[in-house]
């Protein structure tokens, strides 16, 4: 049994995290923290555990295990290295860190305390990827030679606890926008289900749309268009928006030499067209569409990791290079040049 605490109590551990864990009968949700008062007791009354006034209390607590971290991406690197450090396994949200030293020091402290840490990434385990890796693997399509991989969503005012308000329009707390909440999700699945890591990106990431409570623009991105080449020489197209009005657009395809596949189609979640002509269709037993966002796995993950002593399903090497290729997109941008990624 595994005693879990909830540092950051908003929208992200409300419906991805306290639901996945709930449902796991090795994980108890024991303790809640979170900066803005009330929040944590909000949490504790409604699913039982304790609520802590002080994070160094929680953390304290020898009846904790672990902890999962769900607040700005600012805060990760401090939040995750105390919590190493007080002997607790850590479950950190995507991206990793706001840099690339500040996902190092994360891997560190994991190392030093010889304790789990794992990102957040949980797109790894949407059905539809989970087979297109498996297609890939087993050489479907002949020899993969690009992909194009879109991730839209409305905004992060519509899903945040803060609406307008919220830490992702802050560079301060956020480092950066889209390319980050959004984009990550992309990098990252696309390193998994491909099988290489980056080697340079040509990036464009305005801010065409967003706007603070005062009318102003934000200060990060709210759209993301990167052409990426990977080390095995596969050529990738990536577009991450704030601006997808009509809910979430999740679409990817993979081309090969003997066809592509396609995953979330309007008809069936992967369908993979060969050269021939004949076409395969996959369903499994829930067809969502592509705008509803499912609970996955990741949380189980993380506590079989702990319970059976194994490596976490996403690394925090997984997550630096997440936060390596932001560097580099948003290099690019700034450049307006190709952009190596600087390991």
Known sequence: MVNVLIIGCGGIAGFRHIPALRQNPDAVLSGFFDGTPGRAAQKAAEFGGKAFDTLDEALADPGIDAAVICTPTRSHCDLAVRALAAGKHVLCEKPMAVSADDARKMIAASEKANKKLMISHNQRRYHPHIKAKELLDRGEIGRLLTYRTFLGIQGPEYASVDGIN???????????GVMSDVGSHRIDLMHYIVGSRYQRVLSYTPTLAKVKPDGTTIDVDDNSMSIVEMENG???????SWTSMSGNDRMT??????????????????VVEYKDGTTAYYDFPENPDQSVT??????????????????????????????????????????????????
């Not at 919220?166 to 560079?171: D, K, P, Q």
């Not at 592509?260 to 992967?270: A, G, M, N």
């Not at 079989?304 to 690019?332: H, K, M, Q, W, Y």
């Open 294 to 343: 499912l609970l996955t796995d990741i949380d189980e993950l993380f506590i079989r990791c702990i319970e059976e002593n194994t490596e976490p399903f996403v690394t925090g090497e997984d997550g630096l290079e997440v936060v390596l290729t932001l560097d580099a997109i948003e290099e690019s941008n700034a450049s307006g040049t190709w952009a190596k990624i600087r390991r």
């Open 253 to 270: 395809q993979f081309f090969g030499t003997e066809g592509v596949i396609t995953l979330y189609r309007e008809d069936h979640p992967v």
């Open 166 to 176: 919220n830490a992702y329009f802050s560079r301060a707390m956020s480092g950066r």
């Open 234 to 240: 596969v050529v990738g197209l990536i577009v991450n």
